[in-house]
């Protein structure tokens, strides 16, 4: 395909003049737009990823997802074993131009571990950050902590100057409707540079010349265009209207694989898709909540067809899950994977036992946007709990309508997809999702749970050096979420991504995470 040549104009940042002839064009079809250009504004690993392309951490994940220096070039743990020194890159500027120094560490971890963010929960052990010089910072934790570093991947670093020039020294929050400055502009030190954005249309980013690392891509310009419609998708990529997209439909993989010019790149991605229950007191409609008895979880979990969906609905690509966490993920152990069977008789009787009222209505709410498929097995979700003598009312939304209802407590049941990211480890569902609600802990727990015994777990597991102590006890906080079915696993969903023959370069990580500055187009 003949990539077009597009003239670039003026980039519209302070600091960055001139113009530039956009020749490798990447032109990638998502299934969904980024929520904003703030990273802290929702813990949504689609619009941190995206997101990573114009802001960077301290540190960060290389091809082989393990952790290397970033905006950070070392690191040491000082002789009180709470305290971190980071010795910062000289040299790295702002798309604005702005010299990056520790005070936009500072300002940056300051603001996303504020009361306020929607990310803190991304810092659990995090207290306090202070400036040695220009180039070192110190961070304080709570206590012994072994896994800042993969904290520290998904936080990206802000320019301390700029933020006080736009009044965004706080974060916003798309789950509250916080919006400010950071929403609809970005200025960071990654290798691309936000030129344009309309919300849920296109949002445009060129290549960051003055990028302080080697550029691996060959890319002048991406453009990220939500195509919401998975037939629509296809037909953009067949086309060439879209030469890469991250989510290709899995009814449409057999298509894609046969036509001449495309390649489709597969494999299990390590999100695992669950079931969430209310404990609140009251159901949406007003009626005693039946799902604070595990019984009645243990009945819903029963009632649904594990395998039909995996056949039907994911075709075959998905994992079947038993556990909250995938296999490659430290803290799973084989034992967590067992599954409890479909049976509906057993659900019924289970349902009877714990005395849930025939035709018991409740919400279950689903996202049209979001994971693999999330529609369509909702509704066969739906329909199999229908069978064993519930009432679901199914609602199906976009990410922005039902986000906000999610972390206000506004609906019953509903799905939410986890890929301990950017941890990769099982302290981050237990520590975000399972643990109770306070502080930085159970930031995703929108449910309202509380099992003290688990958290007694969790607590030990952020603070224990010793690697193998740690697992264990994080498989033994694993053990309770299953037991107590606190949210229920279905799988761990297919990944798929699709390219056209003009892409020469595309790595697949496992993470489902596109890195954009390692993919190349024929020139």
């Known amino acids: 395909m003949q990539i077009r040549h597009v003239l670039l104009a003026t980039a519209a940042i302070?600091?960055?003049?001139g113009t530039a002839q956009a020749e490798n064009v990447l032109k990638w079809g998502a299934n969904r737009d980024i929520g904003s250009l703030d990273p802290y504004s929702y813990g949504d690993s689609f619009t941190i990823n995206v997101l990573n392309h114009v802001y960077e951490g301290l540190v960060r994940y290389n091809e082989d997802l393990k952790i290397e220096p970033a905006l950070a070039e070392s690191w040491e743990i000082m002789d009180d074993q709470v305290t971190w020194r980071f010795k910062l890159r000289e040299g790295v500027t702002f798309h604005n131009g702005n010299p990056f120094t520790a005070e936009d560490v500072v300002a940056s971890l300051t603001r996303v571990s504020d009361d306020t963010s929607p990310l803190k929960g991304n810092l659990p052990a995090y207290v306090s950050s202070e400036v040695v010089d220009d180039h070192t910072v110190d961070i304080t934790l709570n206590g012994t902590y072994p896994l800042l570093l993969n904290d520290l991947t998904n936080i990206h670093i802000f320019d301390e100057e700029w933020m006080t020039e736009n009044d965004s020294l706080l974060p916003t929050d798309i789950g509250g409707g916080v919006e400010g400055f950071a929403t609809y502009n970005a200025n960071g030190t990654g290798p691309f540079i936000v030129e344009s954005r309309q919300p849920d249309a296109k949002t445009v980013f060129v290549v960051n010349p003055d990028w302080w690392d080697e550029p691996q891509h060959n890319l002048d310009r991406i453009e990220l265009t939500p195509v919401n419609s998975a037939a629509t998708r296809v037909a953009a990529l067949l086309s060439g209207e879209i030469n890469f997209t991250n989510d290709a439909p899995v009814q449409d993989l057999p298509r894609l694989a046969a036509a001449p010019n495309?390649?489709?790149?597969?494999?299990?991605?390590?999100?695992?898709?669950?079931?969430?229950?209310?404990?609140?007191?009251?159901?949406?409609?007003?009626?005693?909540?039946p799902f604070t008895d595990?019984?009645?979880?243990?009945?819903?979990?029963?009632?649904?067809?594990?395998?039909?969906?995996?056949?039907?609905?994911?075709?075959?690509?998905?994992?079947?899950?038993?556990?909250?966490?995938?296999?490659?993920?430290?803290?799973?152990v084989p034992e967590l994977d067992e599954l409890p069977g479909f049976d509906p008789d057993a659900a019924k009787a289970l349902l009877e036992e714990a005395g849930v009222p025939e035709g018991l209505e409740f919400e279950f709410s689903c996202i049209s946007d979001g994971l693999v498929n999330e529609e369509q097995f909702c509704q066969a979700i739906a329909s199999m709990w229908s069978r064993v003598g519930l009432a679901p009312k199914l609602d199906v939304a976009p990410r922005a309508v039902q986000s906000p209802k999610r972390t206000n407590g506004k609906t019953d049941v509903y799905i939410l997809g986890w890929a301990t990211l950017p941890m990769l480890d099982a302290y981050s569902?237990?520590?975000?999702?399972?643990?109770?609600?306070?502080?930085?802990?159970?930031?995703?727990?929108?449910?309202?749970w509380s099992f003290p015994e688990l958290d007694a777990l969790v607590q030990q597991a952020g603070m224990e050096l010793d690697l193998d102590k740690r697992l264990s006890l994080e498989t033994e906080a694993l053990k309770i979420v299953k037991d107590q079915n606190i949210m229920i696993p279905l799988h761990q969903q297919p990944m798929a991504w699709a390219v056209t023959d003009d892409v020469t370069e595309m790595p697949l990580f496992p993470d489902n995470k596109p890195r954009l500055w390692f993919a190349q187009v024929a020139e």
Not at 300 to 320: F, N, P, Q, T
Request: charged share 25%; net charge neutral; aromatic share 8%.
């Open 262 to 289: 495309v390649e489709v790149l597969e494999g299990v991605d390590l999100r695992t898709v669950m079931v969430g229950f209310p404990f609140r007191e009251k159901l949406t409609t007003g009626e005693d909540n």
């Open 294 to 332: 595990n019984r009645v979880r243990e009945a819903l979990y029963k009632a649904i067809d594990l395998d039909l969906i995996h056949e039907k609905v994911m075709r075959g690509k998905s994992r079947i899950a038993g556990a909250t966490v995938a296999p490659p993920i430290p803290g799973y």
């Open 14 to 17: 302070a600091g960055l003049a």
């Open 429 to 448: 569902p237990l520590l975000q999702i399972f643990h109770t609600k306070e502080g930085n802990s159970g930031v995703f727990n929108w449910g309202g």
